[in-house]
């Protein structure tokens, strides 16, 4: 299957551009090969064919030969075997409690749909200011600009250095905040990614902080499910690419994210069992991420490949996690396209710790996933694969055939069991048998 941003065009464009123009064998002999951007226009639009977010949206040629591209100008674009990429430290459990100010009427804690209402509300809330460390932050300059000329060494995959040279590189800075000793230039997303692509981070932080004397701070902001999931970055070499040093990370909310012991509880007892579903037994290992497509389905219909490019997947990835919110019956297909549910709809408008019971309860409708929680409640745990498989082979899975595949899918039950554990962790509680 296709593994690159927009499916199966990017994929075949691309194999058309390295055969015609021996891409392959230009990075062997020197390293590197520089491609302008009407030649890629030749074959599709260089908006689609050079912005991969995440490596799972690299197309076939490039995963296949550890490739990735850069912009090194307002025109051009370099591939080599870059590490261009970062994988994103495990967040904290701990979520802090921050509240908009009563006089605001235009922004509601509850209804945040873009990564500018996100920005916006954890302005407002004091949220930024708590994790810079700021006690006044003035928004300064944002949206496409270009950059100076500047040089780095990024690593490659063999595990060298590669100069590479920018002249005036097209780069975009969601929010600058400026306080009275720094100036944080923000990266804001709503998608719940497994990695970034570090230059997001990397060219805003050259282009500015030779412009100011205060220190300029990388931050990246996720929000999903309730959750401000901010990180700050450091580059401890300016000139290394790959240099980059976690300097914290902590989460906020702007709603109450307890949820004890006895909300799972609740949820266990209160849970109708239903006979499986038409679909296959889910093959999805994070929960949160099929939360995190339900809210991007929210704003809009989407096509699989359109769920594909818009987010951390390939097109595997799409296919299985789309599959597990039909399970729970959070999304269905109309044609070509998924869209909530009227049970998504209105699960996704329910306030967080309302929306986390209800996730729960769909979840345990489901004889698997009551065994395996049954399970974590007598041992103190949630069961191993292994034994996630033993109490599941028993029962009548769709789609679950060979003990291989059985594994897979146990694997899946058990982390959905240790989803629903750990939302007590989050508000610093802990489960007690």
Known sequence: M??????????????????????????????????????????REPRLMAKFDHRANLPQIFAQHRLAILPVSRGDYLIAPFEAYRTFEEPAAQVQRFSLPASLESLDAGYIPSEAIALNCALAAGILGDFLGEDRLTPTVSGRMHSDSFSFQIETAAGGLLPVEVDRSQIEIDAALEGARSLALLEAKRDLAEDFLVRQLYYPFRAWNGRVHKRVRPVFLVYSNGIFRLYEYEFTDPGRYNSLRLVQQKNYSLEDTSFTQRDLLDALEAARPEPEPPVTFPQANRFDRVVNLCELLQAQELTPEEVTAAYDFNSRQTSYYTAAGRYLGLLEKDGPRFRLTEEGRRLMALGYRKRQAALCGLILRHQPFRELLRFALREGRPPAAEEAAALMAPMELRGVGSRATLLRRASTAARWVGWMLGLTAACGGQLSF
């Open 2 to 43: 296709s593994s690159g941003k927009g499916g199966g065009k990017n994929d075949q464009a691309w194999e058309a551009i390295f055969l015609r123009y021996q891409v392959l064998e230009a990075v062997e002999r020197q390293g590197s090969f520089r491609i302008s951007a009407d030649q890629i226009r030749e074959y």
